[in-house]
């Protein structure tokens, strides 16, 4: 009952910026920690930043200076600003979301179909 939808991936030069979206629909009662990962082909699927409902933050090492992760509580968004792009940062990213459908029930995890962002001259 719950859908994570990603935007904004595509192709950028080394040294340029792409801004990741992501909006969750559904049956939401309220979202608790809300992130962004990133696969490359043969590669594992790792975590890139992370953001609790609070607006806590964490970043792995490899993109600390270069993203930052936002969101909007009201509008159940989450956002992907990557500044600095390098060649090794050619993935797809997911959005994901620990979603709370009631007061009382226990939180699941969500996942987008994720967007594909190339970096390449």
């Known amino acids: 009952q719950v859908q994570l939808v990603e935007s904004g991936g595509g192709l950028v030069q080394p040294g340029g910026s792409l801004r990741l979206s992501c909006a969750a629909s559904?049956?939401?009662?309220?979202?608790?920690?809300m992130g962004w990962s990133r696969q490359a082909p043969g590669k594992e699927r790792e975590l890139v930043a992370a953001?609790?409902?609070?607006?806590?933050?964490n970043y792995a090492d490899s993109v600390k200076g270069r993203f930052t992760i936002s969101r909007d509580n009201a509008k159940n968004t989450v956002t992907l600003q990557m500044n600095s792009l390098k060649p090794e940062d050619t993935a797809v990213y997911y959005c994901?979301?620990?979603?709370?459908?009631?007061?009382?029930?226990?939180?699941?995890?969500?996942w987008g179909q994720g967007t594909q962002v190339i970096v390449s001259s």
């Open positions: 994901n979301a620990n979603v709370r459908h009631s007061s009382w029930s226990l939180p699941r995890d969500y």
């Open positions: 559904g049956s939401i009662f309220g979202i608790n920690d």
């Open positions: 953001i609790t409902s609070g607006g806590s933050t």
